[in-house]
C-alpha cells in the first residue's frame, strides 16, 4: 500500500526530469569562454528566480526550487530527514565556534534542515541543548565542552561530524527506503575512509581514529582502524577487499578524485530510479541529482571565475542523473 | 436445498461485478494520481495520459456484463427464476473467472499505465508503444471474460 502513496509526486518528478542538465548542457558549460556566457546559459535553461542573481543567490535558488517542490508534493517532509540531517549538524558545529569566538560571522549557516537554524543557534548561545533531539543534544554538549575547555577545534569537529553520519545512517534505516538506505552507506563509508587515510598519513592515535569512525555495513570498523593504524600501504590491502576496491587509484590521484568517485557511485546507485513509478525512492532520487547536478554547475562556475583551463574543469566533474 | 440454487447463482453474479468494479474503481485512480501529477506540469499531455488512465476501467465493464448475463440466466431478470443447487453452484463458478481476474488484472493494468504515463511524461512521441504494455494485460481480462461467459451460457442449458 505505501509504494502507491506517492504515484501523484513520482509523475510530477517524471515530468521535471526533463528539465534536468544532461552531460551535453553540462559540455557546453564547459565549452564557454566566459563565466557570462555560461550564466547566460543557466538563466536560459530557467535556472535562477530573478534572472539577475550572482552565482551564489543563482545556486540557492536552485536549491530551494527543489526543496520547495518536494513539500509541495510530499505532505510529510519528515521523510527525507535523512538528506539534511548533514546541514543541522553543520549548522551545530557553526554555531558553536561562532559562540566559541565570540563574534558575528555571516553566512555560515545553511538555511535548511530538519531543526531552524535559530533554535540551534540559541540552544548553543543560552548553552541548552534540551531542546535538541536527544542524540544531537548530546553530542552538542560534548562537543561544546570539548571546545570550550581544550579549545580543541578538530574534536569539536569530530565529535560532530561522527554524530552526523550516525544520526543519518540510523534515520535512513528508519525510513526503510533503498535509496536513502544506500545514500546513507556511501556517505558513511566515504567519510570513514577518508578519516582513516588522513589519520593513517597525519600519523594521528588509534584513540582519535576511533572518536572519528562510524559504524557502517560495508565496512569492518576494527579492520578499518587496524589497518589506518598500521599504514596506508595497509589501508589500501584492507580496502582491496571491500566493495570500495577500486577507490585506491583515486586516492592516488588526488583528494577530488576520491570525492568525484564516490559522488559517481551514488548516481550510479539512483540512476535506476529513472524507471521506477512507485514508492519515494524516485523522489530522493531526484533531490539527490539536483544536489549533485548544483555542485556539478558549481564547480564549473567556479572554475570559469577562477580562469581554470576546460581540462582541469572537466577533471572536477560528476555525472549526471540524465 | 434447491432453493440455495439460486442464491449461490447470485453470488457468483454479484462477485464479478463487485470485484471487476471494485479493481477498476482503484485501478482508474491510481493511474489519475499518475496522470494528474503529468498535468501539472504539462497540461498539453491530457489526451494521451487520460486514454492511459482509462484503460484498466474496462474491467469494470466486463463484471458488470458477466454478472447482467448471470442474471438474465437465473430469472431475476424476468423469465423462469428456477435454479438447482448444482446448478446455482455452476453458476458461482462459471462467474469466478471473471470476479478474480478481473480484479487482479486491473490493479497490474494500472501498475503498467501509471509507467506508461511516466513514458508518456518524457517521451510523448512513444505514446503508442507506451499504450501497448497497458493494452497486453488487458488480453487476461478478456480472456477470464470469455470464459465466464461461455461457462454461463453453457450451464443454462444444462438440465441439472
Known amino acids: ?322 | 436445498m434447491d432453493s440455495y440454487g439460486i442464491v449461490f447463482a447470485l453470488a457468483g453474479a454479484i462477485s464479478a461485478a463487485l470485484f471487476g468494479g471494485l479493481g477498476s474503481a482503484r485501478a482508474v485512480g491510481m493511474g489519475g494520481e499518475a496522470a494528474a501529477g503529468v498535468i501539472t506540469e504539462d497540461p498539453s499531455k491530457f489526451g494521451k495520459v487520460l486514454i492511459l488512465q482509462l484503460l484498466p476501467g474496462t474491467q469494470g465493464i466486463y463484471g458488470l456484463l458477466v454478472a447482467f448475463i448471470t442474471l438474465s440466466q437465473i430469472g431475476v431478470l424476468g423469465g423462469s427464476g428456477d435454479v438447482s443447487f448444482v446448478k446455482g453452484l455452476l453458476y458461482f463458478l462459471s462467474c469466478m473467472p471473471a470476479a478474480v481476474v478481473l480484479y487482479f488484472s486491473a490493479i497490474r493494468q494500472a501498475r503498467a499505465s501509471i509507467a506508461s504515463i511516466a513514458v508518456v511524461a518524457k517521451k510523448p512521441e512513444s505514446f503508442g508503444k507506451a499504450m501497448m504494455f497497458s493494452a497486453m494485460v488487458e488480453t487476461y481480462a478478456i480472456l477470464a471474460l470469455l470464459i465466464s461467459i461461455l461457462a454461463i451460457t453453457g450451464v443454462g442449458s444444462i438440465n441439472i
Not at chain 1, 564557454?32 to 543567490?57: P, Q, R, T, V, Y
Not at chain 1, 519528515?78 to 558575528?104: G, P, V
Not at chain 1, 548561545?125 to 570550550?148: I, P, R, T, W
Not at chain 1, 570525492?259 to 524507471?275: A, G, M, R, S
Request: glycine share 4%; net charge negative.
Open chain 1, 1 to 322: 500500500m505505501t509504494e502507491n502513496m506517492h504515484i501523484y509526486a513520482v509523475a510530477r518528478i517524471r515530468s521535471r526530469e526533463l528539465d534536468l542538465l544532461g552531460e551535453s548542457v553540462i559540455n557546453q558549460l564547459v565549452d564557454c569562454n566566459k563565466f557570462e556566457e555560461c550564466m547566460k546559459i543557466l538563466f536560459d535553461k530557467g535556472w535562477g528566480k530573478s534572472g539577475f542573481e550572482e552565482a551564489d543567490e543563482l545556486l540557492a535558488a536552485e536549491s530551494d526550487k527543489t526543496w520547495d517542490l518536494i513539500g509541495e508534493i510530499v505532505e510529510d517532509m519528515s521523510i527525507f530527514d535523512t538528506l539534511l540531517l548533514e546541514n543541522d549538524y553543520h549548522n551545530l558545529k557553526a554555531a558553536i565556534k561562532q559562540a566559541y569566538m565570540n563574534r558575528d560571522i555571516e553566512k555560515i549557516y545553511f538555511s535548511r534542515g530538519t531543526v531552524k537554524r535559530e533554535i540551534i543557534f540559541n540552544a548553543v548561545k543560552e548553552h541548552n541543548f534540551s531542546v535538541l533531539d536527544e542524540k544531537m543534544g548530546k553530542c552538542a554538549e560534548e562537543a561544546y565542552q570539548v571546545l570550550f575547555h581544550t579549545g580543541d577545534g578538530q574534536l569539536c569537529d569530530v565529535i560532530i561530524d561522527k554524530s552526523a553520519m550516525e544520526a543519518i545512517y540510523e534515520k535512513a534505516a528508519e525510513s526503510g527506503n533503498e535509496v536513502l538506505i544506500d545514500y546513507a552507506e556511501l556517505k558513511v563509508a566515504s567519510a570513514d575512509i577518508k578519516i582513516a587515510l588522513r589519520c593513517s598519513r597525519t600519523g594521528k592515535s588509534r584513540e582519535f581514529t576511533e572518536r572519528a569512525i562510524a559504524e557502517c555495513a560495508t565496512l569492518d570498523i576494527k579492520s578499518l582502524i587496524d589497518s589506518s593504524a598500521a599504514g596506508e600501504n595497509e589501508l589500501f590491502e584492507y580496502l582491496l577487499s571491500t566493495p570500495y576496491a577500486e577507490v585506491i587509484n583515486e586516492i592516488k590521484k588526488s583528494p577530488a578524485a576520491f570525492e568525484i568517485w564516490f559522488d559517481n557511485l551514488l548516481i550510479k546507485h539512483i540512476k535506476p530510479q529513472k524507471y521506477n513509478s512507485f514508492t519515494m525512492s524516485p523522489l530522493a532520487a531526484y533531490i539527490l541529482a539536483r544536489e549533485n547536478e548544483i555542485k556539478t554547475v558549481r564547480i564549473i562556475l567556479l572554475g570559469k571565475l577562477n580562469r581554470l583551463s576546460d581540462s582541469s574543469i572537466r577533471e572536477r566533474l560528476r555525472n549526471m542523473y540524465v
